[in-house]
């Protein structure tokens, strides 16, 4: 459907109007021209309004058409056009079938005044919602013209259209039509949906991904306890929770012994310094309709049983490990519960998860993970991890 009220020289479309403006011609003309059609002729002839345009329109284009045109007042005309496609079907379904091949300009006296009949028939049921003014010269030279394009199908079978030309200033002013919904959120407040949520994140080394152990605490120095964000569709917002408690954890020893130069960590590879950004995400928490618009308002909510649900630590789109959310002080951790294989796939590493409990007392020392010392050595077998997997931030490499 063509926009109306356009302004095509600012190609702009008047959004507030389209519909306001549809909803009537919809309502008094589209309807009425309908039954006009089916009081008239009496026959199965559905018609589907299928554009609105002050435009020359390109539907008009390619066909022959009768036109009637109505004189309403001393400048005011309105157009009734039927494409010879639907005339010609028109006049089969009411006068018989001809034998000879039709063509719009051989049609009889018969042919033409039942045709004329019917364009009077369909603007005598219009014109109660048109306004009968006079406008002066100056003015008619900048009025406009709706078009209204119809489609026609005779017996379920496309059959042609017809156009309505109306006068724009014969449209009434359209009055916004205030519609009381139906429902509020509240009737639906306890569906449930599917959310992703993001507890924070932190800048890691890749040696440092390499050698997470189960039990190590991931600290996410990019967190707030008080603060999540939701996910959707590649957008992120940011809303207030009440943190829980019962993820606090107590560690004495939160930092790791300094890094010593040997000749091993001088010799490191030069890829182990490269920071990437790893992610604390929940996959698929459920949250009813109730608290994603207490989200939207801003209001500080209780997650409740999110909690309960394992955490992932991605590095772009590559899950590296599993675990569960605690607090440090004023920042979320995750405490490292399985290693994924690296590559396989979210339903692989779901399958191949570990249930597997830490003690909390049990690598104290690694909380800060992304900066632990006793980490910088590589375990055996790493040679072969693929730093290719994860993009990183240092172009010059």
């Not at 991931?218 to 306890?225: K, V, W």
């Amino acid at each position: 459907m063509t926009a109306l009220n356009s302004d095509i020289s600012k190609n702009k479309i008047n959004t507030v109007n389209l519909f306001k403006d549809y909803h009537w011609f919809d309502t008094n003309i589209y309807k009425n021209v309908q039954n006009s059609v089916d009081e008239f002729f009496q026959k199965d002839i559905k018609l589907r309004l299928i554009e609105i345009s002050k435009d020359e329109s390109i539907l008009m284009y390619g066909d022959e058409y009768f036109v009637n045109q109505i004189p309403v007042t001393k400048n005011a005309v309105i157009k009734v056009k039927i494409s010879s496609e639907l005339v010609s079907s028109i006049l089969d379904m009411t006068l018989g079938g001809s034998d000879t091949p039709f063509k719009l300009n051989n049609l009889t006296d018969i042919e033409a005044m039942l045709l004329k009949s019917f364009t009077l028939f369909v603007y005598k049921n219009i014109q109660e919602y048109l306004n009968k003014i006079e406008l002066n010269k100056k003015e008619l030279e900048t009025s406009k013209e709706y078009k209204l394009t119809f489609y026609a199908q005779c017996n379920s079978i496309h059959s042609g259209k017809i156009i309505i030309t109306i006068p724009d200033y014969m449209i009434p002013e359209i009055e916004d039509k205030i519609i009381k919904p139906r429902y509020s959120i509240n009737d639906f407040k306890n569906t449930e949906v599917d959310v992703k949520l993001s507890a924070g994140s932190a800048k890691i080394a890749l040696n440092e991904i390499k050698t997470i152990e189960e039990g190590d605490i991931i600290l996410l120095d990019n967190s707030n306890i008080n603060q999540m964000s939701i996910l959707w569709d590649n957008n992120k917002a940011d809303f207030n929770i009440a943190p829980n408690p019962s993820l606090i954890i107590n560690i004495d020893n939160t930092g790791g012994k300094e890094m010593e130069e040997t000749a091993n960590t001088k010799s490191q590879n030069m890829w182990d310094s490269i920071l990437v950004d790893i992610v604390a995400e929940f996959d698929n928490v459920k949250l009813t309709l109730g608290e994603l618009k207490q989200i939207s308002e801003g209001l500080v909510i209780d997650l409740g049983s999110v909690y309960e649900n394992k955490i992932k630590l991605r590095v772009e789109n590559q899950v590296v490990a599993t675990g569960e959310l605690v607090i440090l002080n004023d920042r979320y951790g995750v405490r490292v519960e399985n290693i994924t294989k690296a590559g396989a796939s979210d339903t692989e590493q779901n399958r191949a998860a570990k249930k597997q409990k830490i003690p909390e007392k049990q690598n104290a020392s690694a909380a800060s993970a992304p900066n632990k010392a006793n980490s910088a050595q590589p375990k055996e077998g790493d040679e072969n991890f693929n730093y290719s997997d994860f993009e990183v931030e240092d172009e010059s490499i």
